[in-house]
């Protein structure tokens, strides 16, 4: 599931890479993988989990700097939603 993006990046990627958990490994490439902001949500449809098996990851990667928030919107449910993007691409 590469795209273009620059060596070095691809280099702190795999750096980065060993240290995520299964679980953070998958939301962080479904976040890639659709290449806009998403929300917990879309991430949890994406991946066929529940919301609340997401969310956590969500948590997780944000604090290691993998994941930005972006602001919120109206997520697919209806409801305000906080979505996020990769640092880096």
């Not at 599931?1 to 990627?13: F, P």
């Given at each position: 599931?590469?795209?273009?993006?620059?060596?070095?990046?691809?280099?702190?990627?795999d750096?980065?890479?060993?240290?995520?958990?299964?679980?953070?490994?998958?939301?962080?490439?479904?976040?890639?993988?659709?290449?806009?902001?998403?929300?917990?949500?879309?991430?949890?449809?994406?991946?066929?989990w529940?919301?609340?098996?997401?969310?956590?990851?969500?948590?997780?990667?944000?604090?290691?700097g993998?994941?930005?928030?972006v602001?919120?919107?109206?997520?697919?449910?209806?409801?305000?939603?906080?979505?996020?993007?990769?640092?880096?691409?």
């Open positions: 599931m590469k795209t273009k993006v620059t060596d070095t990046s691809l280099i702190a990627w750096k980065i890479q060993p240290k995520l958990t299964r679980k953070q490994a998958d939301v962080m490439a479904c976040i890639r993988h659709l290449k806009f902001p998403v929300c917990s949500y879309t991430i949890g449809t994406c991946l066929g529940p919301i609340n098996r997401v969310t956590g990851r969500v948590t997780e990667l944000r604090d290691l993998l994941i930005r928030d602001g919120m919107r109206k997520s697919p449910t209806g409801f305000q939603a906080h979505y996020y993007e990769p640092t880096v691409r």
